[in-house]
């Protein structure tokens, strides 16, 4: 869009137009149109450092070269956009450098399923097919958990605000405390206790769906130990465990699976946003072999075979080929621990505490509005960066993976200035 068509109050328009639902725009009021790597622009050539990534869509940056030219020289060759799900020569390109790439050398096996192309498709689908191979109907999840926004993923999600919008009761699923929900008191001893106990009300559930580290929840982070003893309850049990890694997976703690640390082997693996690679919609569900139960067509979607998704994605894989690129993200995530312990120490009115691991960390601040105070004030200086958890209390950092050293260290100067410039006033 052309600056001298935007008016002088740049979000008249969508004000004007758009449903009162918008939110980002709300936070961020101006008009983008420029993105490259770690930078966006708006209409005024105003530079922004970006600590979002399209809450984590865009973990190899904008507009990456090599994914931005093959997307380009596939339209001009005339190459089939929309297919639903027959076979197209993306399709089975991405299909091999998956295998290849990501799940061969880590000894995952996994049939991989296209459901329609946001996170909250692969949850469904995820929790259709345990409740199809198990007869159970039940699923549990946990305090603070965000797995998507309709009917059936908002089942199994945490937030309130987020359930209340449904207008229906949401049924079948259970809420367990997250790991570490009180200093004197073990969450699995707590869950146990609720499986093995016939009076507990609890029915032996089809599965037990979590994220490693809750994004929307409030960044935090399971313990490694606590992972493993969920899957081994999971077995225990026969109970399916299905983990939620569309916005901490693809790279976002440091290694392509998130739950890879924990030395853990999900049933079934959703994964969504960044697995396109440049920002375009796409989802894929990783299901265990002896669950592939499904019918041919019995989940669908028009829109489950995004070829230009698929080249994004193709292209994205290369970066998973040697160990470089995550041993990059880790020394980032160091990094960014550093300077998460600093803003700690060097401003304790904020009450702050460390979460999260890799690339997706952040501060939870214990005092009311000052995290969004704080991300206002950044979004004034030029720093895209949002805040989560159940009351917004905390300061979010996602960053594209690709941000290099000047990045971060520029991303935060702007996040030191403006807690500064907010606890001044």
Known sequence: ?????????KMETFEKYESVVRSYSRGWPTVFEKAKGYKIWDVDGKEFIDFFAGAGALNYGHNDDVMQEKLIEYIRNDGILHSLDMGTTPRKMFLEAFQETILTPRNLR??????GPTGTNSVESALKIARKVTGRDTVISFTNAFHGMTIGSLSVTGNSFKRHGAGVPLHHSVFMPF???AEDQDSLVYLERFLEDNGSGVALPAAIILETVQGEGGINAARMEWLRKIETLCKRWDILLIVDDVQAGCGRTGTFFSFEPAGINPDIVCLSKSI?????????????PEYDKWGPGEHNGTFRGNNLAFIGATEALRYWETDDFSNEIKASAAFIRRQVDSIIDRFPELKGEARGRGLMQGIAVNVEGLANEICAESFNRGLIIETSGPNDEVVKFLPPLIIDQVGLEKGFEILNQSIKHVLSN
């Open 1 to 9: 869009m052309s600056t001298a068509i935007i008016s002088n109050d």
């Open 276 to 288: 396109g690679g440049i920002g375009l919609p796409m989802a894929i569900t990783l299901i265990k």
């Open 179 to 181: 790991d570490e929900y």
């Open 110 to 115: 996994y049939q991989i399923m296209f459901p």
